[in-house]
């Protein structure tokens, strides 16, 4: 197994995230603002294409916590992943900012999606480090 984390942005804005390698599989818990929790969760399950069976892209199973609303964050990041990484992927989103504006969200969402991009990154360091046997429990 191997972990890692990264995060970006200010508090209350800041998201962070962890990544686990476990064997061929990837879990990734993003969280963030002012209150970090659990508000979905979803697994990303690779395969082919409906359109074109050579064409990578995945399915996705979501569980949102009632009245929250990182399903549709959850649920993309595990698509893109799983089709990037052609594994399982569980993602678990919790972002809060007490009583939000639309700026406060539009910075969460920025501050997001600039982490989901560096997880990427470093999910491709950490699979290659761990076919080469580099291993961190």
Excluded: W
């Excluded at 942005?9 to 990544?19: K, L, M, Q, Y």
């Excluded at 990734?28 to 069976?53: K, M, N, T, W, Y």
């Excluded at 399903?71 to 089709?83: H, I």
């Amino acid at each position: 197994m191997r972990i890692d984390a990264v995060g970006h942005g200010e508090i209350p804005h800041r998201v962070e995230a962890s990544i686990v390698i476990c064997g061929p599989d990837i879990s990734v818990c993003f969280v963030g603002g002012e209150g970090p929790h659990i508000g979905a969760i979803a697994l990303g399950i690779p395969r082919p294409s409906l359109a074109d069976s050579s064409v990578a892209s995945a399915s996705a199973s979501v569980l949102c916590v009632t009245g929250h609303k990182e399903d549709l964050l959850a649920r993309s990041a595990a698509l893109e992943l799983a089709t990037d990484f052609g594994c399982r992927i569980n993602v678990t989103v919790g972002l809060h900012v007490d009583l939000a504006s639309d700026a406060d969200i539009r910075l969460l969402d920025a501050n997001y999606r600039e982490v989901l991009t560096e997880v990427k990154q470093r999910i491709s360091l950490m699979r290659d480090s761990t076919r080469e046997g580099d291993l961190d429990v």
